[in-house]
């Protein structure tokens, strides 16, 4: 398959292959997945040989599209990688070594991975999958074979059960402890500890050196999904944690009408309540399968910034525990049974100078919603703890004013070069988070009420101080922003015009929802 066009690359005769390629490339949906990654890979040794970095980067980000499992994809992007990201470049070649069946090929990506492992400035670590496990035993069949299938051969998993009623999910866990392609540890529990206090035994059991990636028993990953997490962790040292988005989870949920073209059942949409609930498991994970498998990878703006990430799939560096729960108490079992044990986790680590990303490229399914029995007021009562602990409501602060800043998206793709924002309406920064994941033009200077806010939106913003809207004297110089946020209830003309430009745009027609 492409014989001519192979051909013509490796004699150098790239303007020909160039050619070659595109009349290939106009039939590339007729092929078979493997054959149109294939494809991909040629088109990147084309434009690696003519310098064109970009374009090569988006034939491998095609490829992986087209077939996940093309370990000549990883290779290449293993070496695209080597001195951009050291990390980046030792996650695909470990991919590439995952996938690889042949023999020569191995010994080829073998040396380059010895050579990245060995450099100073890897940081790379393994992965522990730890997941806490209650009754659902066709879920927790779905998330362990996911995981089996996924999952780096260097991985392995813990797997806490919290005392389980229901039949047969003990016995699936022992038997799932003995066929496992990666090293499998089993606890079973006498008593339900509840979420925060089964994860924290779970990480005492996770090898001392490792990530941990908490995944819940009702959480199913798909190909890529952790893959595309620990790319996120290691984008740089300051990320600590990164997550999915899903069908179900709080803040990182696609919206329900996007898999509607991928359910066989349109009447799931048109009733009350969760469309996956009213499907089933195994048809709405298909479902969401479908949907993910339509989506191209991307590479410019990845990552959606965040203050706090939903814990049904939480990958954590090592560095952040050490940092946070030096003891592993990972989740504060202040608030058991759960609820809010992740918003917790969010603001300590923010508070501590990590990152936390949203990964654009990661899909998780979650089936959610079943709460914790016997304790139906579980979330209310988290809520409250939270408060109690953190004296704030995080509810009051996790929502973006999206009029606003839909607003400063628009004007950011009128202009040209750096649009700069003064936001006092910054909050913990869930403005900047919006704007910042939906366009990379946009500087933001935030105004917070207190140091405590200013320290953790300024791991999204570019910019932060703190105090009070109009008395405090901000670090800016006058008429030097292009866009000023701000409610009139709190902030006055004055202080707005002040450091608004002469042609400036000021958005405060529209009251902040909190």
Request: aromatic share 12%; hydrophobic share 40%.
């Amino acid at each position: 398959m492409f014989d001519k066009l192979a051909d013509l690359i490796s004699q150098g005769e790239l303007q020909d292959a160039l050619y070659e390629f595109q009349d290939e490339y106009f039939h590339i949906n007729e092929r078979t997945p493997s054959e149109a990654a294939r494809l991909c890979v040629l088109e990147a040794s084309i434009w690696e040989g003519l310098n064109d970095g970009t374009a090569e980067l988006t034939a491998l980000y095609n490829g992986l599209h087209y077939d996940h499992t093309n370990y000549e994809i990883y290779y290449m992007l293993g070496i695209y990688y080597m001195n951009i990201n050291v990390n980046w470049a030792y996650l695909c070649l470990e991919m590439a070594l995952d996938y690889c069946t042949d023999d020569g090929d191995v010994q080829i990506i073998e040396s380059s991975f010895d050579m990245v492992r060995n450099r100073p400035d890897c940081r790379v670590r393994n992965t522990s999958v730890m997941i806490l496990s209650y009754n659902d035993l066709e879920l927790i069949q779905m998330c362990i074979d996911a995981i089996n299938k996924y999952a780096p051969a260097s991985s392995e998993m813990v797997i806490v059960d919290n005392a389980s009623t229901e039949e047969g999910v003990i016995d699936y866990l022992k038997e799932a402890s003995r066929t496992s392609r990666l090293n499998f540890t089993l606890v079973l529990n006498d008593e339900n500890l509840g979420f925060p206090a089964g994860c924290n035994l779970g990480a005492k059991k996770c090898a001392p050196g490792n990530d941990i990636f908490f995944l819940n028993n009702d959480a199913i990953v798909t190909p890529l999904s952790l893959f595309w997490l620990r790319m996120g962790l290691y984008d740089n040292r300051n990320v600590g944690a990164t997550s999915a988005f899903s069908n179900s989870a709080s803040l990182q949920e696609i919206d329900a009408i996007s898999f509607k073209p991928f359910v066989d059942d349109k009447k799931v949409f048109e009733a009350e309540g969760a469309w996956h609930k009213k499907l089933g498991a195994v048809r709405a994970y298909k479902a969401f399968e479908d949907y993910v498998s339509e989506r191209v990878p991307v590479y410019i703006n990845p990552y959606v910034k965040s203050f706090r990430l939903t814990g049904f799939a939480l990958l954590l560096s090592r560095e952040a525990i050490f940092a946070v729960a030096p003891d592993l108490q990972v989740f504060d079992e202040f608030f058991s049974p759960g609820y809010f044990e992740d918003d917790d986790l969010g603001i300590r680590l923010s508070s501590a100078g990590f990152q936390e990303y949203i990964c654009k490229n990661s899909y998780i399914y979650h089936n959610g919603g079943g709460g914790f029995e016997g304790h139906v007021d579980a979330m209310e009562k988290g809520r409250e703890k939270f408060e109690s602990k953190w004296e704030f409501d995080i509810w009051s602060y996790s929502l973006p004013w999206e009029s606003a800043c839909d607003e400063v998206i628009r004007l950011s793709k009128e202009k040209k070069g750096m649009l700069r924002v003064l936001d006092f309406s910054c909050g913990l920064g869930a403005n900047a988070s919006y704007i910042k994941s939906r366009t990379t033009n946009v500087s933001i200077a935030g105004v917070c009420a207190n140091s405590f806010a200013a320290a953790v939106a300024g791991n999204i913003a570019d910019e932060t101080a703190f105090g009070d809207a109009n008395t405090t004297r901000l670090p800016w110089k006058d008429h030097s922003f292009d866009v000023v946020i701000a409610e009139k209830e709190y902030v006055s003309k004055g202080q707005i015009g002040r450091f608004l430009a002469p042609d400036g745009i000021s958005i405060c027609e529209d009251k902040y929802p909190f």
